[in-house]
Nanobody
Framework: ELQLVESGGGLVQAGGTLTLSCAAT????????MGWFRQAPGKEREEVAS????????DYADSVKGRFTMSRDNAKNTLYLQMNDLKPEDSATYYC?????????????????WGQGTQVTVSS
């Protein structure tokens, strides 16, 4: 069964940069969609970025467009989320997700597999 393990979270000053990693136990190109989500305490989970593994063109939440970049390394079976110009409102637990359902679109779908999350805290 697919397992996803996020890493790379931590404490960073506003305006700083963090890159999150999501290591998969299965080849990522065998999955239809992968995504990054985040959830802050007391708030609903928010979809940050999602993409088809092939061709791998991500869609982003408006709140992170121009600042976050989702990418992949197929050889390492790893997904990345580079987060630039971090803001205090970006503070959350970030989750990696994957789904194999062959239907139109990745954004807004129900993802099947989830990682354990990695904490990102941005101080002002």
């Amino acid at each position: 069964e697919l397992q996803l393990v996020e890493s790379g979270g931590g404490l960073v000053q506003a305006g700083g940069t963090l890159t999150l990693s999501c290591a998969a136990t299965d080849v990522i190109y065998s999955w239809y969609c992968m995504g990054w989500f985040r959830q802050a305490p007391g708030k609903e989970r928010e979809e940050v970025a999602s993409m088809h593994i092939d061709p791998g063109s991500p869609d982003y939440a408006d709140s992170v467009k121009g600042r976050f970049t989702m990418s992949r390394d197929n050889a390492k079976n790893t997904l990345y989320l580079q987060m630039n110009d971090l803001k205090p409102e970006d503070s959350a637990t970030y989750y990696c997700a994957a789904d194999g359902a062959w239907k139109v679109g990745c954004w807004g779908r129900d993802y099947t597999f989830w990682g354990q999350g990695t904490q990102v805290t941005v101080s002002s």
